[in-house]
Protein backbone atom coordinates (compact mmCIF):
# COMPACT_ATOMS: atom_id res chain seq x y z
CA UNK A 1 0.00 0.00 0.00
CA UNK A 2 1.22 3.43 -0.72
CA UNK A 3 0.29 6.73 -0.76
CA UNK A 4 0.45 8.63 -4.15
CA UNK A 5 -3.33 9.48 -4.15
CA UNK A 6 -3.70 9.18 -0.49
CA UNK A 7 -7.13 10.97 0.20
CA UNK A 8 -8.49 11.56 -2.94
CA UNK A 9 -11.55 10.41 -4.64
CA UNK A 10 -11.64 8.16 -7.68
CA UNK A 11 -14.00 7.16 -10.13
CA UNK A 12 -13.28 4.54 -12.34
CA UNK A 13 -15.52 3.64 -15.28
CA UNK A 14 -15.41 -0.06 -16.37
CA UNK A 15 -13.91 -1.28 -13.56
CA UNK A 16 -15.00 -4.88 -13.78
CA UNK A 17 -13.46 -7.06 -16.79
CA UNK A 18 -15.54 -9.00 -18.86
CA UNK A 19 -13.98 -12.44 -18.73
CA UNK A 20 -11.56 -14.09 -16.46
CA UNK A 21 -8.21 -12.10 -15.71
CA UNK A 22 -7.39 -8.67 -15.16
CA UNK A 23 -8.32 -6.00 -17.14
CA UNK A 24 -6.94 -2.51 -17.56
CA UNK A 25 -9.94 -0.77 -16.08
CA UNK A 26 -10.17 -3.18 -12.89
CA UNK A 27 -5.94 -3.05 -12.74
CA UNK A 28 -6.45 0.84 -12.27
CA UNK A 29 -9.20 0.91 -9.61
CA UNK A 30 -7.06 -1.73 -7.46
CA UNK A 31 -4.09 0.12 -7.84
CA UNK A 32 -6.00 4.06 -7.03
CA UNK A 33 -7.14 2.17 -4.46
CA UNK A 34 -3.57 0.70 -2.91
CA UNK A 35 -2.49 4.09 -3.26
CA UNK A 36 -4.67 5.44 -0.77
CA UNK A 37 -7.73 6.72 -3.01
CA UNK A 38 -11.20 5.64 -2.54
CA UNK A 39 -12.59 4.52 -5.22
CA UNK A 40 -16.14 4.24 -7.40
CA UNK A 41 -15.73 0.83 -9.10
CA UNK A 42 -18.34 1.25 -12.13
CA UNK A 43 -19.68 -1.02 -14.64
CA UNK A 44 -22.52 -2.02 -16.51
CA UNK A 45 -22.33 -5.69 -15.00
CA UNK A 46 -22.42 -4.80 -11.32
CA UNK A 47 -21.18 -8.59 -10.82
CA UNK A 48 -17.63 -7.17 -12.73
CA UNK A 49 -17.77 -4.39 -10.48
CA UNK A 50 -18.35 -6.52 -7.07
CA UNK A 51 -15.67 -8.97 -8.18
CA UNK A 52 -13.20 -5.88 -8.59
CA UNK A 53 -14.66 -4.26 -5.15
CA UNK A 54 -14.13 -7.68 -3.19
CA UNK A 55 -10.27 -7.33 -4.33
CA UNK A 56 -10.11 -3.89 -2.91
CA UNK A 57 -11.65 -4.29 0.14
CA UNK A 58 -9.69 -7.69 0.78
CA UNK A 59 -6.49 -5.62 0.53
CA UNK A 60 -8.29 -2.83 3.45
CA UNK A 61 -9.04 -0.39 0.21
CA UNK A 62 -12.32 1.48 0.57
CA UNK A 63 -14.31 1.66 -2.08
CA UNK A 64 -18.47 1.03 -3.12
CA UNK A 65 -19.54 -0.82 -6.36
CA UNK A 66 -21.96 0.58 -8.96
CA UNK A 67 -24.00 -0.23 -12.27
CA UNK A 68 -24.26 2.52 -14.73
CA UNK A 69 -24.35 2.72 -18.84
CA UNK A 70 -22.42 5.79 -18.58
CA UNK A 71 -23.54 5.78 -22.81
CA UNK A 72 -26.33 7.19 -21.15
CA UNK A 73 -26.68 10.63 -19.71
CA UNK A 74 -28.86 9.66 -17.10
CA UNK A 75 -26.89 7.30 -15.50
CA UNK A 76 -23.64 9.38 -15.05
CA UNK A 77 -25.71 12.38 -13.56
CA UNK A 78 -26.50 9.66 -10.81
CA UNK A 79 -23.01 7.91 -10.85
CA UNK A 80 -21.66 11.16 -10.12
CA UNK A 81 -24.17 12.28 -7.22
CA UNK A 82 -23.77 8.94 -5.69
CA UNK A 83 -20.24 9.73 -5.91
CA UNK A 84 -20.58 12.70 -3.78
CA UNK A 85 -23.31 11.57 -1.67
CA UNK A 86 -20.98 8.63 -0.55
CA UNK A 87 -17.39 10.29 -0.63
CA UNK A 88 -18.17 14.12 -0.27
CA UNK A 89 -15.93 14.57 -3.38
CA UNK A 90 -14.73 13.24 -6.51
CA UNK A 91 -10.89 14.03 -7.63
CA UNK A 92 -9.88 11.23 -10.25
CA UNK A 93 -11.91 10.51 -13.66
CA UNK A 94 -10.33 7.62 -14.38
CA UNK A 95 -12.41 6.98 -17.77
CA UNK A 96 -11.79 2.88 -18.84
CA UNK A 97 -14.89 1.71 -21.23
CA UNK A 98 -14.50 0.63 -24.27
CA UNK A 99 -15.82 -1.97 -26.96
CA UNK A 100 -14.05 -2.93 -30.38
CA UNK A 101 -16.08 -3.65 -33.42
CA UNK A 102 -15.06 -4.84 -36.74
CA UNK A 103 -15.33 -3.77 -40.32
CA UNK A 104 -14.08 -0.67 -42.83
CA UNK A 105 -16.14 2.34 -44.04
CA UNK A 106 -18.68 -0.35 -46.13
CA UNK A 107 -19.12 -3.48 -44.03
CA UNK A 108 -19.83 -1.48 -40.78
CA UNK A 109 -23.69 -0.66 -40.44
CA UNK A 110 -24.94 2.97 -39.19
CA UNK A 111 -26.24 0.74 -36.19
CA UNK A 112 -22.64 -0.56 -35.07
CA UNK A 113 -21.15 2.83 -35.78
CA UNK A 114 -23.21 4.57 -33.29
CA UNK A 115 -23.11 2.12 -30.82
CA UNK A 116 -19.29 2.33 -30.96
CA UNK A 117 -18.90 5.82 -30.42
CA UNK A 118 -21.54 5.93 -27.83
CA UNK A 119 -20.19 3.45 -25.61
CA UNK A 120 -16.74 4.75 -26.66
CA UNK A 121 -16.81 8.35 -26.99
CA UNK A 122 -20.20 9.78 -25.90
CA UNK A 123 -19.82 7.96 -22.35
CA UNK A 124 -16.69 10.28 -21.49
CA UNK A 125 -18.15 13.48 -22.62
CA UNK A 126 -20.70 12.81 -20.78
CA UNK A 127 -18.82 11.92 -17.58
CA UNK A 128 -16.77 14.41 -17.74
CA UNK A 129 -19.71 16.91 -18.36
CA UNK A 130 -21.23 15.65 -14.70
CA UNK A 131 -17.66 15.43 -12.60
CA UNK A 132 -16.21 18.54 -14.19
CA UNK A 133 -18.48 21.28 -12.42
CA UNK A 134 -17.51 19.63 -8.58
CA UNK A 135 -13.78 19.35 -9.68
CA UNK A 136 -14.38 22.82 -10.77
CA UNK A 137 -15.87 23.65 -7.09
CA UNK A 138 -13.15 21.73 -5.54
CA UNK A 139 -10.68 23.90 -7.43
CA UNK A 140 -8.59 20.61 -8.44
CA UNK A 141 -9.27 17.22 -10.20
CA UNK A 142 -7.23 14.89 -12.84
CA UNK A 143 -9.26 13.43 -15.64
CA UNK A 144 -7.49 9.97 -17.49
CA UNK A 145 -8.97 8.75 -20.38
CA UNK A 146 -8.04 5.55 -21.94
CA UNK A 147 -7.82 5.44 -25.59
CA UNK A 148 -6.11 3.11 -27.88
CA UNK A 149 -2.97 3.20 -30.28
CA UNK A 150 -5.60 2.50 -32.72
CA UNK A 151 -6.16 6.43 -32.61
CA UNK A 152 -2.91 7.15 -34.11
CA UNK A 153 -2.13 4.07 -36.33
CA UNK A 154 -3.75 1.34 -38.17
CA UNK A 155 -5.30 -1.59 -36.80
CA UNK A 156 -4.14 -5.10 -37.88
CA UNK A 157 -7.65 -5.06 -39.34
CA UNK A 158 -10.61 -3.09 -40.16
CA UNK A 159 -11.89 -1.33 -37.06
CA UNK A 160 -12.94 2.14 -38.45
CA UNK A 161 -15.59 3.06 -35.74
CA UNK A 162 -12.92 1.85 -33.18
CA UNK A 163 -10.25 3.91 -34.75
CA UNK A 164 -12.38 6.99 -35.13
CA UNK A 165 -13.90 6.98 -31.51
CA UNK A 166 -10.51 6.28 -29.94
CA UNK A 167 -9.05 9.62 -32.11
CA UNK A 168 -11.73 11.34 -31.00
CA UNK A 169 -11.16 11.01 -27.19
CA UNK A 170 -7.50 12.60 -27.53
CA UNK A 171 -9.24 15.65 -29.48
CA UNK A 172 -12.02 15.80 -26.30
CA UNK A 173 -9.39 15.11 -23.77
CA UNK A 174 -7.46 18.13 -25.21
CA UNK A 175 -10.62 20.59 -25.02
CA UNK A 176 -11.67 19.19 -21.50
CA UNK A 177 -7.54 19.98 -20.41
CA UNK A 178 -7.03 23.71 -22.26
CA UNK A 179 -10.54 24.68 -21.09
CA UNK A 180 -9.74 23.81 -17.21
CA UNK A 181 -6.49 24.32 -17.37
CA UNK A 182 -6.59 27.22 -14.93
CA UNK A 183 -9.02 25.93 -13.08
CA UNK A 184 -6.95 23.68 -11.58
CA UNK A 185 -8.07 20.80 -13.20
CA UNK A 186 -5.94 18.37 -15.83
CA UNK A 187 -7.12 16.06 -18.44
CA UNK A 188 -4.47 13.58 -19.65
CA UNK A 189 -4.91 10.61 -22.10
CA UNK A 190 -3.23 7.25 -22.25
CA UNK A 191 -3.11 5.07 -25.72
CA UNK A 192 -2.44 1.52 -24.71
CA UNK A 193 -1.15 -1.20 -27.61
CA UNK A 194 -0.35 -4.49 -27.63
CA UNK A 195 -1.81 -5.18 -23.54
CA UNK A 196 -3.29 -8.54 -23.15
CA UNK A 197 -6.60 -8.00 -21.38
CA UNK A 198 -9.92 -10.11 -21.40
CA UNK A 199 -11.33 -7.89 -24.51
CA UNK A 200 -8.67 -8.51 -26.50
CA UNK A 201 -9.08 -11.96 -25.89
CA UNK A 202 -12.66 -11.53 -26.87
CA UNK A 203 -12.35 -8.98 -29.83
CA UNK A 204 -9.67 -11.31 -31.58
CA UNK A 205 -11.59 -14.43 -30.79
CA UNK A 206 -14.60 -12.88 -32.63
CA UNK A 207 -12.33 -11.43 -35.41
CA UNK A 208 -10.51 -14.36 -36.54
CA UNK A 209 -11.30 -17.64 -33.99
CA UNK A 210 -9.09 -19.57 -33.69
CA UNK A 211 -5.63 -21.06 -31.29
CA UNK A 212 -5.53 -17.58 -29.16
CA UNK A 213 -2.61 -18.70 -27.66
CA UNK A 214 -0.98 -18.84 -31.02
CA UNK A 215 -1.86 -15.51 -31.88
CA UNK A 216 -0.47 -13.85 -28.60
CA UNK A 217 2.89 -15.54 -29.77
CA UNK A 218 2.26 -13.52 -32.45
CA UNK A 219 1.66 -10.55 -31.13
CA UNK A 220 4.03 -10.87 -28.81
CA UNK A 221 7.08 -11.46 -32.09
CA UNK A 222 5.55 -8.22 -33.61
CA UNK A 223 6.12 -5.68 -30.38
CA UNK A 224 9.82 -4.70 -30.06
CA UNK A 225 10.40 -6.15 -26.47
CA UNK A 226 9.52 -9.20 -27.70
CA UNK A 227 6.35 -8.93 -25.43
CA UNK A 228 2.81 -7.41 -25.15
CA UNK A 229 2.33 -5.55 -22.06
CA UNK A 230 -0.04 -6.18 -19.00
CA UNK A 231 -2.70 -3.97 -17.39
CA UNK A 232 -0.23 -3.65 -14.82
CA UNK A 233 1.30 -0.99 -17.43
CA UNK A 234 -1.81 0.87 -18.08
CA UNK A 235 -2.52 0.99 -14.71
CA UNK A 236 0.48 2.53 -13.63
CA UNK A 237 0.89 5.21 -16.22
CA UNK A 238 -2.69 6.49 -15.27
CA UNK A 239 -1.54 6.23 -11.40
CA UNK A 240 1.34 8.47 -12.60
CA UNK A 241 -1.02 10.99 -15.16
CA UNK A 242 -4.05 11.33 -11.91
CA UNK A 243 -1.39 11.59 -9.23
CA UNK A 244 0.61 15.09 -7.93
CA UNK A 245 3.64 14.12 -8.96
CA UNK A 246 2.00 14.97 -12.69
CA UNK A 247 0.87 18.39 -11.42
CA UNK A 248 2.29 19.84 -14.63
CA UNK A 249 1.03 17.87 -16.89
CA UNK A 250 -2.34 18.35 -19.34
CA UNK A 251 -3.56 17.86 -22.47
CA UNK A 252 -0.65 14.95 -22.85
CA UNK A 253 -0.95 11.64 -24.89
CA UNK A 254 1.04 9.04 -23.14
CA UNK A 255 1.57 5.62 -25.42
CA UNK A 256 2.07 2.70 -23.50
CA UNK A 257 2.97 0.77 -26.33
CA UNK A 258 6.63 -1.14 -25.46
CA UNK A 259 7.71 1.11 -28.88
CA UNK A 260 5.13 -0.98 -31.13
CA UNK A 261 3.60 2.52 -32.70
CA UNK A 262 7.38 3.82 -34.16
CA UNK A 263 7.68 0.20 -35.65
CA UNK A 264 7.05 0.70 -39.35
Same mark, same amino acid.
Given at each position: ??????? &??????? !?????????????????????????? @??????????????????????????????? *?????????? *????? =????????????? +???????????????? +?????? *??? =???? &?? $????????????? +?????????????????????? *?????? @????? !????????????? $??????????? $? /????????????? %?????????? %?????????????? @? =?? !???? /????? /? /??? $? +?????????
Amino acid at each position: MGDRVKG &KVAIVTG !AGSIGPGMGNGKASAILYAREGARAM @LVDYRLEAAEETEGIIRGEGGDCIAYKADVS *KSSDCKRMVE *KCIET =FGRVDILHNNVGI +VESGGAIETSEESWDR +VMAVNL *KSM =FLTC &KY $VLPYMEKQGSGSI +VNISSDAAIRQMAYPAIAYSAS *KAGVIA @LTREV !ALEYAAKGIRANV $VLPASIRTPLV $V /ASLTRAYGGDIEE %MMKKRDALCP %MGHQGDPWDVARAA @L =FL !ASDE /AKYIT /A /ATL $V +VDGGLTMRE
